[in-house]
């Protein structure tokens, strides 16, 4: 498929919004709901197995007017670096279930901790899938994870997110619960109903939003872009307020609140792109 637009596979799935991808070769192999495909690009084309072209473009964003977004959170000096150093980079449209767990599960671990927890998760809980003669697993249903047990999911290195997982996992099955519809609810609302479940505080919700419910004016803030608004907009919030962040890593939720409303105040409707790119160049650049 040629790519009329800018994108960038690798910025795209290695800036910290996905964590089962694998790249094998030239390849990047992923599972989607029951899919299990592999992609890659070559300048400005990509080749793709298992999958087709509505599915690509609609996973990766490839549907979204990056140009205009990009105009349209190019606020200052700051972001415009961010901007041209992972210029491509698209919110990826993750299925809402396995992203929610997926972020209930990262709280306070990296990245290589994260996908090894969600590797172990899929292998123990998911279904087997053979493509290109290697295993893969699909994402545990909520009904695999609600008759999970504790010390089943600790296992896979859950610690203590796993009677977060659990509980979340039986509320979503025993309630006929489907996310897809928050997609049709305004954010604040979607927001609201999020941090209802177990394990689910405003960064993880605002995540969740932000990529598998097409929310892109969430707005998560975790160390890193607590760091870059300190940083770099500091002006635009209380002084008080700094100084009182500037003491410890920690965010009461009044805190978050007022740093996730800043950012989409500032950024305005794609505020959700703004914050992956800030987040992804702190995170590499320093």
């Not at 400005?44 to 349209?72: H, P, W």
């Not at 897809?180 to 109903?193: D, G, H, I, Q, V």
């Not at 009461?252 to 409303?261: F, H, P, T």
Request: with cysteine.
């Amino acid at each position: 498929m040629h790519l009329e637009a800018s994108f960038d596979l690798d910025f795209s799935l290695c800036c910290g919004q996905v964590f089962r991808w694998k790249k094998i070769g030239e390849w990047w192999y992923g599972v989607v709901g029951a899919k299990v495909f592999k992609i890659q690009q070559v300048d400005d084309d990509l080749y793709f197995q298992g999958v087709g072209e509505a599915f690509v473009k609609n996973y990766f964003g490839l549907n979204d007017d990056l140009k205009q977004i990009s105009s349209s959170v190019d606020k200052d000096a700051y972001i415009r670096k961010a901007l041209r150093r992972f210029e491509g980079l698209r919110i990826v449209r993750q299925d809402p279930w396995e992203c929610l767990i997926s972020f209930i599960c990262a709280t306070c671990k990296n990245i290589a901790a994260i996908e090894l927890m969600l590797r172990k998760l899929s292998s123990s809980f998911g279904e087997k899938k053979r493509f290109d003669e290697m295993d893969f697993y699909t994402f545990p249903s909520p009904e695999k994870l609600a008759s999970a047990t504790i010390a089943g999911l600790k296992e896979c290195g859950l610690g203590y997110r796993a009677k977060y997982v659990q509980a979340t996992a039986k509320k979503i099955f025993e309630e006929k619960i489907e996310l897809e519809t928050f997609k049709n609810r305004p954010y604040l609302e979607a927001r609201r109903l999020l941090v209802e479940f177990p394990g689910v505080g405003l960064k993880v919700a605002d995540c969740a939003l932000l990529f598998s419910l097409e929310k892109m004016e969430s707005f998560p803030v975790d160390v890193w872009v607590k760091r870059v608004v300190l940083n770099h907009y500091a002006d635009h919030l209380p002084g008080v307020l700094v100084k009182k962040l500037s003491t410890r890593d920690s965010l009461s939720s009044g805190e978050y609140k007022k740093i996730n409303d800043f950012g989409r105040n500032y950024f305005g409707p794609y505020a959700g792109y703004a914050q992956e790119y800030l987040y992804h160049y702190e995170r590499t650049e320093h």
